[in-house]
């Protein structure tokens, strides 16, 4: 089984991608919904939270964990890996694809203030955008737009109008999702763009590293529940049927758990 966690609905943008290029592998999701959103949270909190995540993950049978969340990607996945036995797949800035595509040499990230202050995201940028103007921007309110499901509503572009109208007056020609909620808000932010900007979201990128590392154990018992979704802060009806919508899935093989 394959592990998956995010502070909440986010990293099902990953989920979704995991189940296209591996449609028969049983995934567990734990949506952390008791702290979401993750973006202003420390370092110290973000570890703790996620030695209790990971322990639940392991607990029911994952092997594999992907971070799906790029704020606890950049503050917990080196502590992580040091302490379990076990692959972790991390979220990283797609600066790279961004920066060899661009013909503008402009391209603009947006994600949130504890991504950009990570040592990942400094690393990647001095790395693979030298000659290249990155701008950047915090995607302050998109979080909660996806938590409520306000995507493609006038709400929602109330909040993006600001952040869209900075990455438009730069003239950047690519586009970085730089957390894993905002690729459920790319039609919102394309409509704004246009069509000439070309939205970058690593989460393929993501399901194709969990793909190379992972290793189904054939000694495990079989799993009788493909899809497997944790929350640790919202009604278990409410978190159902907000699964079911944002992955298009249908109850069966699906179980709903409150951790």
């Known amino acids: 089984m394959i592990g998956i966690f995010d502070s909440g609905y986010g990293g099902l943008s990953v989920q979704k991608a995991v189940m296209q290029l591996m449609p028969n592998t049983p995934i567990v999701y734990f949506a952390d919904h008791q702290y979401c959103p993750y973006g202003r949270k420390s370092k110290e909190?973000?570890?703790?939270?996620?030695?209790?995540?990971?322990?639940?993950?392991?607990?029911?049978?994952?092997?594999?964990?992907?971070?799906?969340?790029?704020?606890?990607?950049?503050?917990?996945?080196?502590t992580l890996r040091e302490k379990y036995d076990i692959p972790f797949v991390g979220m990283e800035p797609a600066i790279k694809p961004a920066a060899?595509?661009?013909?503008?040499?402009?391209?603009?990230?947006?994600a949130t203030e504890g991504t950009f202050s990570g040592k990942l995201f400094k690393q990647t940028k001095e790395k693979f955008a030298q000659g290249v103007e990155v701008i950047i921007q915090e995607?302050?309110?998109?979080?909660?737009?996806?938590?409520?499901?306000?995507?493609?509503?006038?709400?929602?572009?109330?909040?993006?109008?600001p952040i869209i109208a900075k990455m438009k007056a730069h003239r950047v020609d690519h586009l970085v999702l730089g957390c894993t909620h905002y690729p459920?808000?790319?039609?919102?932010?394309?409509?704004?763009?246009?069509?000439?900007v070309r939205l970058i979201d690593p989460s393929p990128a993501v399901a194709q590293q969990a793909q190379r590392l992972y290793q189904k154990d054939e000694s495990k018992p079989e799993i009788k529940k493909y899809y497997r979704f944790i929350t640790s802060g919202l009604k278990v009806k409410e978190y159902r049927r907000n699964i079911l919508q944002l992955l298009q899935l249908d109850e069966e093989n699906t179980l709903f758990m409150y951790e």
């Open 45 to 78: 909190e973000l570890i703790e939270r996620a030695f209790f995540i990971v322990d639940a993950l392991i607990e029911q049978g994952a092997q594999l964990i992907i971070v799906a969340c790029n704020t606890a990607t950049a503050a917990a996945i080196d």
């Open 100 to 110: 060899l595509a661009s013909t503008s040499k402009k391209v603009g990230v947006l």
């Open 139 to 161: 995607g302050v309110g998109l979080v909660e737009l996806v938590e409520k499901g306000l995507m493609g509503t006038y709400k929602a572009h109330q909040v993006l109008y």
């Open 184 to 196: 459920f808000l790319k039609d919102d932010i394309q409509k704004m763009l246009g069509d000439k």
